[in-house]
């Protein structure tokens, strides 16, 4: 009986059909990536736009009042005073552990005790290799997102002290008696931002809370630390940093309701530490919302 021989591939032709698979692949894959780093980019977006709308949820519940930001005037004793930090009572009553501002985002409660600040992995940005992975920090915080608190971190001293809008609760050596009542405890009015489209709200962060100067300066932040927790940024001395975690840039949340994609030399661009009127209009003015016109 006669069988027919069956002619295989020879050696040059598997060759040729996996130079063609590995070119077609060369050429794919810079599309493949952009597009994966784009879908990150737009999910961390969608997370930052359900911030907003909580925040404004709150708004309508608390007299038009926005969220604080943070709200340390409680008489509660410290759970643990052996514990590295500020007292517990003090760092649980922020934004991110605010019960109506929970609820309002539907977040299935992650906490164990009151000592750490975290969010549900539902709203973890999809390039944040610290929260996605528990990388907590000496303050126990897990989170993608941090607070705007540049008005109230006392980004001017001295002369200029006069031009925070809010008491700094961080800065002990700038008084502010003629505050009856510490403007951070009730958070902002709606009535009270101007330009709203222009004003930050959440940004980018690796903790609860974010700023310009030494938070949004990827010179001596992101550039050297890159994906790190609080302890990581502490360690160069930056506090409340931006992550420019989507190709050198970052997603921003304003008041008025929008997401913006922003380079980071576009997020922050450096001047002179005694700010002038000048400088903060050219170059800080999205991050202080209560800045003068």
């Known amino acids: 009986m006669d069988w027919k021989k069956t002619k295989g591939f020879t050696l040059m032709e598997l060759l040729v059909v996996i130079a063609v ?4 692949l060369a050429v794919l894959m810079p599309s ?13 977006a969608s997370n930052e736009k359900q911030l907003l709308v909580a925040n404004n949820l709150y708004a309508n519940a608390w007299d038009e009042c926005y969220c604080p930001p943070m709200m340390q005037n409680r008489d509660l004793p410290d759970d643990d005073p052996t514990t590295p ?18 609820e309002l985002m539907a977040i299935d409660d992650k906490q164990t005790s009151d ?17 996605r992975y528990d990388k907590y920090s000496t303050y126990d915080v897990l989170v993608s997102y941090g607070y705007n608190v540049t008005d109230w971190n006392g980004q001017h001293t001295g002369a200029e002290a006069s031009l925070n809008f809010g008491p700094c609760f961080w800065n002990s ?48 932040g992101w550039d050297i630390v890159g994906h790190g ?6 360690a160069v001395g930056m506090y409340g940093p ?31 530490d005694d700010l002038t009127n000048a400088d903060a209009e050219d170059a800080t003015e999205m991050w202080y919302v209560k800045y003068p016109d």
């Open 21 to 24: 698979i590995a070119l077609l």
């Open 32 to 44: 493949l990536q952009k597009a994966r780093e784009m879908a990150g980019r737009m999910i961390c």
């Open 85 to 102: 930090g500020p007292p517990d009572d003090m760092r649980a009553d922020n934004w991110l552990t605010n019960k109506t501002f929970r």
């Open 115 to 131: 000592k750490e600040m975290i969010l549900s992995d539902d709203y973890f940005c999809p390039e944040d290799k610290v929260a």
């Open 173 to 220: 050596s700038i008084a502010c008696t003629t505050v009856a009542v510490p403007t951070w405890q009730i958070g902002w009015k709606r009535t009270e931002i101007r330009r709203s489209a222009e004003k930050i709200n959440f940004a980018e962060a690796c903790d609860w809370w974010a700023k310009w100067s030494d938070g949004a300066n990827y010179v001596r």
């Open 229 to 234: 927790n609080w302890d990581d940024y502490a």
């Open 242 to 272: 931006t992550l420019y975690r989507h190709n050198e840039g970052a997603n921003f949340a304003f008041y008025d309701g929008h997401v913006a994609y922003m380079p980071k030399e576009k997020a922050f661009i450096d001047t002179d």
